[in-house]
């Protein structure tokens, strides 16, 4: 078993699987799960004594990163990533809990997700700030806190890391 500790932060891009992980390892380590995306405010979570937190942020969340006894970053392929999007989008059309439905909103997210991978690292404009989100700003973000950072490139590190800690996310 991989020590984790009992702040977990899951951060990545879109359709990297962080929700899913994240949901894993609260799951298996009976630990509570945050959203950014969903819940908040993160400031007041992060002083929690135990949680896994997930989010593609990279602004504000400083003190997420300090308090998180491990970083997990899932890196995974742009390809792979945009299947993921394309397949949860259809997922939850089907299901008609998609908050985002329609073509045109599934288009401008895979445009955006591999503009992610590809757009250079800069500064937020504001809090909303979609496009200052990259890999590259990740890679930035992530630099004063390498040590606790575990980095998965591939979906057999995911799954190799899934196993070791005790969940079972092998997406």
């Keep these: ?54 989010g593609i942020f990279l602004y504000h969340v400083d003190v997420a990163f300090e308090r998180a006894t491990s970083i ?3 890196d995974l392929p742009p390809g792979l990533a945009a299947r993921r999007i394309v397949a949860r989008h259809v997922k939850l059309s089907l ?10 909103k599934l288009a401008h997210f895979v445009a955006d ?7 250079p690292a800069r500064l937020p404009e504001s809090a909303t700030d979609w496009g200052a989100l990259s890999r590259a700003a ?23 890391f899934s196993r070791r800690t005790g969940a079972t996310a092998d997406r």
């Design 1 to 54: 078993m991989v020590e984790l500790g009992d702040r977990i932060h899951v951060i990545g891009g879109g359709g990297s699987g962080k929700t899913t992980l994240a949901r894993h390892l609260a799951t298996t380590r009976g630990l509570p799960l945050w959203e950014l995306d969903r819940q908040g405010p993160m400031e007041e979570v992060a002083g929690h004594a135990r949680w896994v937190m997930e």
């Design 72 to 74: 997990v970053w899932l």
């Design 95 to 104: 299901l008609r809990k998609n908050p985002h439905p329609g073509l045109g």
């Design 138 to 160: 990740t890679v930035l973000a992530l630099e004063p806190y390498r040590d606790k950072v575990i980095h998965l490139a591939t979906p057999r590190e995911v799954r190799r």
């Design 113 to 119: 997700q591999r503009e992610y991978y590809t757009r």
